[in-house]
T-cell receptor, first 115, second 114 residues
Framework: KAGVTQTPRYLIKTRGQQVTLSCSPI?????VSWYQQTPGQGLQFLFE???????NKGNFPGRFSGRQFSNSRSEMNVSTLELGDSALYLC??????????????FGPGTRLTVT | SQELEQSPQSLIVQEGKNLTINCTSS?????LYWYKQKYGEGLIFLMM?????EEKSHEKITAKLDEKKQQSSLHITASQPSHAGIYLC??????????????FGKGTKLSVKP
């Protein structure tokens, strides 16, 4: 099976712009989570989607949003970019918990630099 | 809120030596994950532990979850340069891991000297 894929791998944006990141989960996985990783704060949970519904949200401002499509692919959007949004954004997918499998697999990440 | 503390923060070992990384939780762990990360890259899934006393091994890496489910250790036997990287422990925020929401420790940076 192909792993979690994320596009693009690298992005450079200017303050005030917006950005959309994409994630394709492992085939058959319906849960997609997004994380932000920075040197100062480490890995922090952004939100999780399951069957096109946001199930949980981390402590981030409303500028951070996401969605999930019927094929489980997910996008996250950051509007009005700030310098502090520079980070590695990681997507992770997980199989349906009803199967009893909980492993969460991560993609390679998107490195966002805001100038 | 639950926190995960990893120790040590960094580790330099000679190739061939054994090493242990610890992950301690302030609350009961319902699911404990170990990942490895190369700088600036994604997380590679190593192992997941759920039951107190559980132990899993993959190649030269063994992870254990203690009986009280508040601490896990990752042990590498006969370390190799390929083991170098950042090791992260993560835990489910809630029972059953139904929310896909993990909290993570700050990571342990491992360097292996040839």
């Amino acid at each position: 099976k192909a792993g979690v894929t994320q596009t693009p791998r690298y992005l450079i944006k200017t303050r005030g712009q917006q950005v959309t990141l994409s994630c394709s989960p492992i085939s058959g996985h319906r849960s997609v989570s997004w994380y932000q990783q920075t040197p100062g704060q480490g890995l922090q949970f952004l939100f999780e989607y399951f069957s096109e519904t946001q199930r949980n949200k981390g402590n981030f401002p409303g500028r951070f949003s996401g969605r999930q499509f019927s094929n489980s692919r997910s996008e996250m959007n950051v509007s009005t970019l700030e310098l502090g949004d520079s980070a590695l954004y990681l997507c992770a997918s997980r199989s349906d918990i009803r199967t009893g499998t909980y492993e969460q697999y991560f993609g390679p990440g998107t490195r966002l630099t805001v100038t | 809120s639950q926190e995960l503390e990893q120790s040590p923060q960094s580790l330099i070992v000679q190739e061939g030596k054994n090493l242990t990384i610890n992950c301690t939780s302030s609350k009961t762990l319902y699911g404990l994950y170990w990942y490895k990360q190369k700088y600036g890259e994604g997380l590679i899934f190593l192992m997941m532990l759920q039951k107190g006393g559980e132990e899993k091994s993959h190649e030269k890496i063994t992870a254990k979850l203690d009986e009280k489910k508040q601490q896990s250790s990752l042990h590498i036997t006969a370390s190799q340069p390929s083991h170098a990287g950042i090791y992260l422990c993560g835990a489910d925020r809630d029972y059953g891991g139904s929310q896909g929401n993990l909290i993570f420790g700050k990571g342990t940076k491992l360097s292996v000297k040839p």
